[in-house]
């Protein structure tokens, strides 16, 4: 069974109705592995440390942790993917991480593993695949799409200030509409999709080539 989390920002901590789902999926503690989305250190802060305390508040603990970068070797990743229990990619920046889950050769490693989680950053490049631009928070004249994970069968969009961009939202999106559904979210907010289904939790919009549809809370 494949469980993927897509999860916002969060500001505080995870809320409860994310907590129970997160207690009640996550069963096997052994390992937590961390992609980095800023594998090549351009801040100061310390890596995962945010997203963790997320999992420290919410009582989900694991006994091992790691945090995939280019520090470490192409092999040690792979070995620590493959005996990770879950795999979480981090905030951060979208396409740094995206060229670290390419240049080590992690995607189907990743795609193997039963739960997988995201945030921001992370739950970007949980997607098949991803505007690039500068309407999307990049520093960028030119528009791209890249290659996700390919988790699931649509585009995540996370940070996008839905509120006061609603006009030109779906033509930024419009080559990646003919193809798949994209799922806009902001913060304080999770979609999980477990056995194909998806729960939906906080603000949560589905974008489409014919309309933007607030979804409405399932858990």
Known sequence: MKIHYYLGWFNNHFNKPLINMLTNDIVDRKSL??????PYHYEDEEVGSIELSWFHH??????????????ISKEDA?????????VFLLGGYAKEQNELLVKYKLIDLIREKDIVLGTSAGSINMSKKWLYSEYTGNSTKESQIIDGLGLDEFSVLSHYDLENTLNR????????LTSMDVYASNKDCALRVKNNEIDIIGDVYLISLQSIIKLSETI
């Not at 592995?33 to 800023?38: E, F, R």
């Not at 919410?58 to 520090?71: C, L, Q, S, V, W």
């Not at 939202?169 to 990646?176: A, P, R």
């Open 58 to 71: 919410a009582g989900i603990n694991f006994e091992e942790y790691h945090i995939i970068d280019f520090d």
């Open 169 to 176: 939202i779906q033509y930024d999106l419009h080559s990646l």
């Open 33 to 38: 592995v961390l992609i980095s989305a800023d």
């Open 78 to 86: 792979e070995q620590y993917i493959k005996d990770a229990s879950v």
